[in-house]
T-cell receptor, first 115, second 115 residues
């Protein structure tokens, strides 16, 4: 049972480059989300989705784009990377909102460095 | 808006000593509360959750937490620390009956266990 899978695990970018962080879950979860983790700031929500075709912004959405064309996948796109986007990114998912208490299942993280 | 505050970004205890990690929440509606643990270079794992049933919640690895509405607290405890408990711990809150499974995280407490 793979759970939540993130790729790549490590990435180095130059300022201005674009890239996509991939996230896939095999638990048929409706809810998926992206967080970034920075020292002393905990986890901050970037974007989230409550189902295929539906996305919304979290606390820190600027500079990031998402789409949800399937239940399984929720990629995070960095449009033009900046050093301030150096962080560890986590994808997390959970089952249908009305039927559960919101426990999130996390991937192992993607460490991004922007030079 | 909901929020959680974790008091103490770093806590150090001796092996065998009591572990107490503090979390206070702010919520205008009954909350769901969570404690997650993050071991080095890994994703977050659920330790325990409060979902408006019993106020004393038992989790994995001997941890427990007590929901105290009068104090708006959800502190995490373990009677006897083990070296393997060294990790970062995050408290999180979400809306009861909310439209999403959006979790708001605290800034984390890094627990060190001294031999």
């Amino acid at each position: 049972n793979a759970g939540v899978t993130q790729t790549p695990k490590f990435q180095v970018l130059k300022t201005g480059q674009s890239m996509t962080l991939q996230c896939a879950q095999d638990m048929n979860h409706e809810y998926m989300s992206w967080y970034r983790q920075d020292p002393g700031m905990g986890l901050r929500l970037i974007h989230y989705s409550v189902g295929a075709g539906i996305t919304d912004q979290g606390e820190v959405p600027n500079g990031y784009n998402v789409s949800r064309s399937t239940t399984e996948d929720f990629p995070l796109r960095l449009l033009s990377a900046a050093p301030s986007q150096t962080s560890v990114y986590f994808c997390a998912s959970s089952g249908r909102v009305a039927r559960n208490t919101g426990e999130l299942f996390f991937g192992e993280g993607s460490r991004l460095t922007v030079l | 808006a909901q929020s959680v505050t974790q008091l103490g970004s770093h806590v150090s205890v001796s092996e065998g000593a009591l572990v107490l990690l503090r979390c206070n929440y702010s919520s205008s509606v009954p909350p769901y509360l969570f404690w997650y643990v993050q071991y080095p270079n890994q994703g977050l794992q659920l330790l325990l959750k409060y979902t408006s049933a019993a106020t004393l919640v038992k989790g994995i690895n001997g941890f427990e937490a007590e929901f105290k509405k009068s104090e708006t607290s959800f502190h995490l405890t373990k009677p006897s620390a083990h070296m393997s408990d060294a990790a970062e711990y995050f408290c999180a809150v979400r809306n009861y009956g909310g439209a999403t499974n959006k979790l708001i995280f605290g800034t984390g407490t890094l627990l060190a266990v001294q031999p």
